[in-house]
């Protein structure tokens, strides 16, 4: 951010050859007293500020040697992404404004089912009005943006919330959204999130159609680890191609799979993302990122509760599979623009949690204590029970029947539902868009397939 002039002002007391500093004090004029007291209170506040840095030195070197990425944490807030950086020093929701206009980008298969409740939950309980697809569904239009008809317009005014699945188009949202809109999404360690992918995508398929010696049939995952360019894993909606094997984040955040190889311009690009959104949330260090997101949003603590027990978590075959060093260094070189943007924002993430300050740590151990309590006693499912969580400095004191786990636990079509019918946005439109790649993905690579044939053809 930039900032005016600078003034500075020297104060210079001395008191030559005086024994000590009781000796010094009391030869001091009634007239030097305010210049002492003045000095004193400087050096003060200098030493004050020395601990408060070295505590947070402290708590730095711990919570890096956590960091997935392996890369050590920047010394500056550089590149924050933030809009307004004095926001980064926000550790309670008394001293600012909570900000009702964001956008949230779910990335696909990176924990935006647990994550995007809280969004959801904020939009209807703060009378947001949201972006919605005209149909009412789950997913408001991917991998292009909606065309005109295809989504609600608010009744008045600009829309406040997104929540619902969208590829990240800088021009067309900036257009619909306020200017000062928050601008969140979520991502996860590459490697992790193509073993989920390869999962829900049933990329073993892709796998099997070309049958070779030697192959691993019982794990299709290092049967594709073996040399991932040689298997047809692109595939082709509305024109746009995207792999979901390869980049699918940086793709859900509007990178081009053309530019896979262009690692120069992948950097440009993720630069301007860290400009562009206000947090990106790692899923490894999610109470870390959850308790920064409140301070940043300036939310309450009950408005980012997350249940263990509902959150989006499914097992498969080779979940726990961890690749060799030759298989990693070959995914690394196949998906690198994952992983230099999961490698940035990780690091983004703990440069923006030191300009917190010493509370930062002691707040997510006392979140992680506040969402196990409301975990006990929502399965208890009392009805005349009550839970009191006392008031912090970072919150004021909450009592909680069951209508919190009746909150929480509400489904995301219900609570669509809710805030459709809130907003007053009238029928619904039946459309025959095709948005769901897992139902439609072999036929999408196919397409993905047939375009490539025609335009080498065409060449």
């Known amino acids: ?39 004193i209170g400087v050096v003060s506040l200098l030493f004050t500020m020395f601990m408060f840095v070295r505590e947070q ?6 919570y890096h040697r956590l960091s997935t990425a392996g ?3 920047f010394e500056a807030t550089r590149n924050a ?38 969004f959801q939950q904020y939009a209807f309980f703060n009378n947001l009005t949201v972006m919605m697809p005209a149909h009412g569904g789950p997913i408001l239009s991917w991998p292009i943006p909606p065309r005109e008809g295809l989504y609600v317009r608010p009744r008045t005014g600009c829309y406040n919330a997104l929540y619902q699945h969208s590829r ?37 398929r892709a796998v099997k159609t070309k049958k070779r010696k030697h192959t691993n049939t019982s794990n299709p995952l290092k049967t594709f680890l073996d040399n991932p360019w040689s298997y047809k894993t692109e595939a082709l909606s509305y024109g746009v191609r995207f792999d979901k094997t390869r980049n699918a984040q940086a793709f859900d955040l509007g990178y081009p799979l053309e530019r896979s190889d262009d690692l120069d311009w992948a950097a440009r690009y993720i630069d301007q993302l860290e400009r562009d959104f206000l947090l990106v949330i790692i899923l490894e260090h999610l109470e870390e990122s959850i308790v ?22 499914r097992d498969y075959p080779f979940k ?32 923006k949690i030191r300009a917190q300050g010493h509370d930062f740590f002691e707040e997510v151990r006392h979140y992680r204590s506040v969402c196990a309590k409301v975990e006990e006693f929502c399965e208890k499912k009392d009805k005349s029970a ?74």
């Open 1 to 39: 951010m930039t900032g005016g002039g600078c003034t500075s002002l020297t104060i210079i007391c001395s008191c030559p050859q005086i024994p000590d500093e009781k000796d010094c004090v009391e030869s001091v004029t009634m007239s030097q007293k305010p210049v002492l007291v003045f000095v």
């Open 57 to 62: 030195r402290k708590h730095g070197v711990a």
């Open 71 to 73: 890369n050590s944490i």
């Open 81 to 118: 992404g933030l809009r307004q950086s004095e926001e980064l020093n926000s550790s309670s929701s008394s001293n600012c404004s909570p900000r009702k206009d964001f956008v949230w980008i779910k990335v696909h298969k990176s924990g935006s089912s647990t994550t995007t409740p809280l």
């Open 168 to 204: 990240y188009n800088k021009t067309w949202l900036e257009a619909r959204f306020p200017p000062e809109t928050a601008y969140l999404a979520i991502i996860r360690e590459p490697f992790s999130h193509f073993k989920s992918s390869f999962n829900y995508y049933h990329m073993s």
């Open 292 to 313: 920064l997101l409140r301070r940043l949003m300036c939310w309450e603590l009950q408005d980012v509760i997350i249940r263990k027990s509902t959150r989006n978590s």
């Open 320 to 351: 726990h599979y961890q690749p060799t060093r030759a298989e990693m260094t070959t995914y690394r070189q196949y998906s690198a623009v994952d992983f230099m943007m999961f490698e940035r924002f990780n690091q983004s993430l703990w440069s």
């Open 386 to 459: 009550q839970l009191t969580i006392p008031s912090t400095r970072w919150n004021p004191t909450y009592t909680f029947d069951l209508n919190l786990c009746r909150r929480i636990g509400t489904s995301a079509e219900t609570y669509r539902n809710k805030i459709w019918n809130q907003l007053g946005y009238g029928d619904k439109i039946k459309i025959g868009m095709i948005y769901n790649v897992r139902m439609h993905h072999g036929m999408m690579r196919k397409q993905a397939r047939e375009n490539s044939k025609g335009r080498a053809t065409n060449e």
